[in-house]
């Protein structure tokens, strides 16, 4: 499984999950691929930025084993962003499938080097019986992060299982607790880093009932 949603967080107290697929994947047309992965979460927040007036600052971004890696992708363009919450997340591509030390130039989702462009405080959390994704890639990405949060490793938890152990939902909700607690800072961004890569003539805005 891979998903990444976005977890709407307002000061009102008030709060939404929004989740889509991403290209070649469930309803969605196209074709699936890393840069269309990049793609997508980009127009996602392309969307909710313009057509809903949503803040990053109002955002906490999930994402759940391959879908680590767009999240971790926007996450290094929004220096605003209220936290990450990374679940049975990957180093790297290559890295799932193999032990290897370096990372190659063809890999693909290289997690392991854009999570130490994360300002904002990141939540990860991995089961350690996980037969897909090792413990030890969500234990390593816990030690890059800039902003660590109390990391939860679930005993016996596998890769897709998570959500069934009582200590999955009460840690989240510990975590999106404490991010609504947190006071809004606006953190500089260097010049030169682009906060999307997703020309506006590339897609349209996702349409969704407004509340």
């Given at each position: 499984m891979c998903s990444t949603k976005m977890h709407l967080s307002y000061r009102s107290c008030h709060e939404s999950n929004l989740n889509y697929d991403y290209s070649g994947y469930g309803g969605s047309t196209g074709?699936?691929?890393?840069?269309?992965?990049?793609?997508?979460?980009?127009?996602?927040?392309d969307c909710l930025?313009?057509?809903?007036?949503?803040?990053?600052?109002?955002?906490?971004?999930?994402?759940?084993?391959?879908?680590?890696?767009?999240?971790?992708?926007?996450?290094?363009?929004?220096?605003?962003?209220?936290?990450?919450?990374?679940?049975?997340?990957?180093?790297?591509?290559?890295?799932?499938?193999?032990?290897?030390k370096v990372t190659f130039w063809f890999d693909i989702f290289k997690n392991i080097n854009k999570i130490q462009q994360v300002d904002c405080p990141v939540l990860v959390i991995h089961g350690t019986a996980d037969g897909i994704v090792e413990w030890t890639h969500g234990k390593r990405l816990w030690e890059l992060s800039k902003e660590k949060y109390d990391p939860l490793w679930i005993k016996g938890?596998?890769?897709?299982?998570?959500?069934?152990?009582?200590?999955?939902?009460?840690?989240?909700?510990?975590?999106i607790s404490a991010m609504e607690q947190l006071p809004l800072v606006r953190r500089a961004k260097p010049s030169g880093v682009p906060t999307s890569t997703v020309a506006e003539s590339k897609h349209k805005c996702l349409r969704f009932g407004k509340r």
């Open positions: 074709k699936p691929s890393e840069f269309n992965t990049y793609h997508d979460i980009e127009a996602v927040h930025k313009k057509e809903y007036g949503i803040r990053q600052e109002d955002l906490i971004l999930y994402g759940q084993s391959v879908g680590s890696g767009p999240t971790l992708h926007l996450a290094t363009r929004l220096q605003g962003l209220r936290g990450v919450v990374l679940h049975g997340a990957i180093l790297s591509g290559i890295r799932a499938l193999y032990p290897v938890g596998g890769h897709c299982n998570l959500e069934a152990y009582p200590e999955y939902i009460r840690h989240l909700r510990k975590f």
